[in-house]
């Protein structure tokens, strides 16, 4: 199975096999570790379930300067980080799917503030 590895990982090891991470943040591993290793930040490299990423950058305030997110490449720790920071609640159950959704709406809500 095909997975987003989170940003700067290398490879990993499992089971005593190490699977490397490919330039493009791809790495191919079982099926039967792919729920280990969401845990860990790994997210499906094209997620049936969700909304086609058009790669769309969204400005979003930040304490010490204005920075562009893509929500697309955030692993799962930050999205818990992002969506803490600014006050959206999420639970350890929700799918990646329903994070980077969640994200999304408030970096939404942030630029429609932002523009009133």
């Not at 997210?43 to 086609?52: G, L």
């Not at 058009?54 to 920075?67: C, N, Q």
């Not at 562009?68 to 959206?88: Q, Y």
């Amino acid at each position: 199975m095909k997975l987003r590895a989170p940003q700067g990982c290398a490879s990993i090891c499992h089971d005593g096999r190490i699977f490397v991470v490919a330039d493009d943040g791809s790495i191919d591993v079982p099926k039967a570790i792919a729920a280990t290793l969401d845990a860990h930040g790994f997210t499906p490299w094209a997620d049936a379930d969700a909304v086609p990423d058009t790669g769309e950058e969204i400005e979003a305030e930040d304490v010490e300067a204005p920075r562009r997110i893509n929500v697309a490449t955030l692993t799962r720790a930050e999205l818990f980080a992002f969506l803490r920071e600014r006050g959206a609640s999420a639970s350890r159950r929700d799918t990646n799917v329903k994070l980077r959704a969640t994200a999304r709406s408030v970096l939404k809500a942030q630029a429609a503030s932002k523009a009133d």
